[in-house]
């Protein structure tokens, strides 16, 4: 089920490693022909275009866009007490971890006089995006409003597709444990809209419509979370008019492990990543074809007995997921860190010194006893996260993504002075005399003598 590519003996530099690597295929730029008239019509036709476009593409016309307190009130009370307490779990953890990350304003006196300060303002407005396809994501509330509370954000939006599968209060609105997750998070303000219109709906704003019984949609500064190809390529048209996180790809693991590694452990990591999407990536890359041979022979029989066995089996024979089997682990590190995977698990002696080397990945978990799954959903970690190979350059979700830094000048006349002769000179070296003459206006036009050169 799963292939094996044999990169033993081969030397690769890195474009070549890149391309003989797993990775699923994401045409964001083909989805921008079927979103643009989707966000065209949410900016010109407001609540009337997302209420029929729900209908469209989730199959079902929300009763009212907004969902109402009492339907949020009536998922907490219907809520199951095991899953009410898995989730308080989660929010307390997760709080714990995103409340430490919170940055302090830091002020550098650069000279006497002059100070430069950089301080940290959260995002006025934040929308925050939860998928509703194929799986319910209850813990992507959880990941997308703590830490933005955490940062101090003042107004945030959650919004979910409707479902056309629930019923009674909740019917034409959003899974109600993810509106039970939104209440106990103490978000009032939940949206049955999905898909791009969604993106669109935070980007646009929307205005008050009597006909529908809409009140006005502010519109938000940044939109975040995980989404479908719709949904990350509404972000990229989008993005200017809002801020964003990140195009989000389908979802990926990549287990580095040796002959140590229990193969069972390994197959089922494998499988519960690719029971999330028919794209998912599960990736293993070890030195030992022994392994190798074992998880594949634990994915076969494994595959059958799993719930969502077609979708799994689709994911796994896909051209994003396979065995590499390298050198050494040495190799085995550079073959992850060109991978750069969202979920990273290091299961090999010393994983923890192993771990340590890794340069490039979302979020790595270390040993034996730190699934993916843990970080889905009761480690305290984000599991929003850089995908398709991002990872060598960003970073998954936390309360820095709602925060700005802001730097603030602060310098006397003096600390002006001393400094003034510089900043003419490089003004001049640019031919932007004008920017020169904004400080030698402050003192009668010419370039002041630094402190300890004046008579």
Known sequence: MLSIDDLRGRVLDARALRDALPRAELDVEAALDVV??????????????????????????????????????????????????????????ARRVHRAQRREDVTTQVVPGGTVTERWVPVERVGLYVPGGLAVYPSSVVMNVVPAQEAGVGSLAVTSPPQRESSGVFAGYPHPTILAACALLGVDEVYAVGGAQAVAMFAYGVA??????????????????????????????????????????????AVLADD???????????????????????????????????????VERRVPETKHAERVRTALTGTQSGIVLVDDLDEGVRVVDAYAAEHLEVQTRDAAAVAARIRNAGAIFVGPYSPVSLGDYAAGSNHVLPTGGSAAYSSGLSVQSFLRGIHVVDYSEAALRDVARHVVTLAQSEDLPGHGQAVTARFGDEVPAPAGERA
């Open 260 to 298: 140590s590694a229990d193969p069972e452990h390994v197959a089922a990591d494998l499988i519960s990543q690719a029971e999330h999407d028919p794209l998912a990536g599960s990736v293993l890359v070890t030195d030992s074809e022994e392994l190798a041979r074992a998880v594949v022979a634990a």
């Open 36 to 93: 643009r008239p989707i966000c065209d019509d949410v900016r010109h036709r407001g609540a009337q275009a997302l209420l029929e476009l729900g209908e469209r593409f989730d199959g079902v016309r929300p009763p009212s866009l907004r969902v109402p307190a009492e339907v949020l009130a009536a998922s907490v009370e219907r809520l199951e007490p095991d899953v009410r307490a898995a989730l308080e779990v989660s929010i307390e953890r």
């Open 208 to 253: 008050a419509d009597d006909a529908t019984g809409t009140p006005a949609i502010e519109p938000a500064d940044l939109v975040t979370g995980p989404g479908n190809v719709y949904v990350a390529s509404a972000k990229r048209l989008l993005q200017g008019v809002i801020g964003i996180d990140a195009e989000a790809g389908p979802t990926e693991i």
